[in-house]
């Protein structure tokens, strides 16, 4: 347990050294907010962009609040989605190209606990930057548009989140496969869309996919109520998280020789 808070310790100092808990944060809420600004402003927004007929009226159906957060979850499934892969992508790879890696595996610390403290460290930067951009998003959604109960607003970020465990898991075990940044970056985006795209295009067979979750949490604002699909859904991510999180820390030990 010990080694496990060293490592914890070290990869969130690592990720302040890196920047990433400020660029991350930020661009997050840069995409949350404009959800809302830019449904409440399109009016004016068309009409200052010009080329409309002399005489021409804009009218443009309000969105309500929930509608506004359902867009902003969609925004967070495409750009957020390749932020975080990209946010992660040089986790193990960094090391291995700096020697660090190397150093690490002089001490007496198993896969598991370097894994570990990676998959949380990172979990808790990428939860903590959706948590802060999706609650300003709901705030400036309160001001400009409907009322949405906060209830509701964490239970469908918690809903949510679960995308987030289970991108971390796949795109760890991606890093134990390969060494390139690039090659990282790239397989795990494709994976994650793939897994995206069948379940759109076969919604029959995958009612249990981690690409519900987003549809999910849309439900749950919609239909203000934990749906039984949800349940299964979130399970279903939890178990796959598992179990990429075991065949990472399984890959890592069988290429690095930890133990050995």
Same mark, same amino acid.
């Given at each position: 347990?010990?080694?496990?808070?060293?490592?914890?310790?070290?990869?969130?100092?690592?990720?302040?050294?890196?920047?990433?808990?400020?660029?991350?944060?930020?661009?997050?809420?840069?995409?949350?907010?404009?959800?809302?600004?830019?449904? &409440?402003?399109?009016?004016? #927004?068309?009409?200052?962009?010009?080329?409309?007929?002399?005489?021409?009226?804009?009218?443009?159906?309000?969105?309500?609040?929930?509608?506004?957060?359902?867009?902003?979850?969609?925004?967070?499934?495409?750009?957020?989605?390749?932020?975080?892969?990209?946010?992660?992508?040089?986790?193990?790879?960094?090391?291995?190209?700096?020697?660090?890696?190397? &150093?690490?595996?002089?001490?007496?610390?198993?896969?598991?606990?370097?894994?570990?403290?990676?998959?949380?460290?990172?979990?808790?930067?990428?939860?903590?930057?959706?948590?802060? +951009?999706? #609650?300003?998003?709901?705030?400036?959604?309160?001001?400009?548009?409907?009322?949405?109960?906060?209830?509701?607003?964490?239970?469908?970020?918690?809903?949510?989140?679960?995308?987030?465990?289970?991108?971390?898991?796949?795109?760890?075990?991606?890093?134990?496969?390969?060494?390139? +940044?690039?090659?990282?970056?790239?397989?795990?985006?494709?994976?994650? +869309?793939?897994?995206?795209?069948?379940?759109?295009?076969?919604?029959?067979?995958?009612?249990?996919?981690?690409?519900?979750?987003?549809?999910?949490?849309?439900?749950?604002?919609?239909?203000?109520?934990?749906?039984? +699909?949800?349940?299964?859904?979130?399970?279903?991510?939890?178990?796959?998280?598992?179990?990429?999180?075991?065949?990472?820390?399984?890959?890592?030990?069988?290429?690095?020789?930890?133990?050995?």
């Amino acid at each position: 347990m010990r080694n496990f808070i060293i490592l914890f310790k070290k990869e969130m100092k690592e990720g302040a050294r890196s920047g990433k808990w400020v660029w991350l944060p930020i661009v997050l809420m840069v995409i949350g907010i404009s959800q809302p600004l830019t449904n &409440f402003y399109m009016p004016q #927004i068309l009409e200052m962009a010009g080329n409309l007929p002399e005489g021409a009226v804009i009218e443009i159906p309000m969105p309500s609040g929930e509608e506004v957060l359902i867009g902003t979850l969609s925004q967070y499934g495409t750009i957020g989605t390749l932020l975080f892969v990209l946010a992660m992508m040089n986790v193990i790879s960094h090391e291995r190209q700096t020697g660090a890696l190397a &150093f690490v595996m002089m001490r007496p610390v198993s896969a598991f606990q370097y894994m570990a403290s990676k998959y949380v460290a990172q979990l808790c930067i990428l939860l903590i930057s959706l948590a802060a +951009s999706y #609650i300003l998003t709901w705030y400036y959604t309160n001001i400009l548009f409907d009322h949405v109960a906060w209830t509701l607003m964490l239970a469908s970020l918690a809903v949510y989140s679960l995308w987030i465990v289970f991108l971390v898991a796949v795109t760890l075990f991606v890093g134990t496969l390969l060494r390139s +940044s690039g090659g990282i970056a790239g397989v795990s985006v494709v994976f994650l +869309s793939v897994i995206s795209l069948l379940t759109t295009l076969l919604p029959k067979y995958m009612e249990w996919s981690p690409g519900n979750l987003r549809a999910e949490a849309s439900n749950i604002l919609l239909e203000g109520e934990w749906g039984s +699909s949800a349940t299964l859904v979130s399970l279903s991510t939890l178990a796959l998280s598992v179990l990429f999180f075991g065949l990472a820390v399984y890959m890592f030990k069988k290429f690095e020789r930890f133990g050995e």
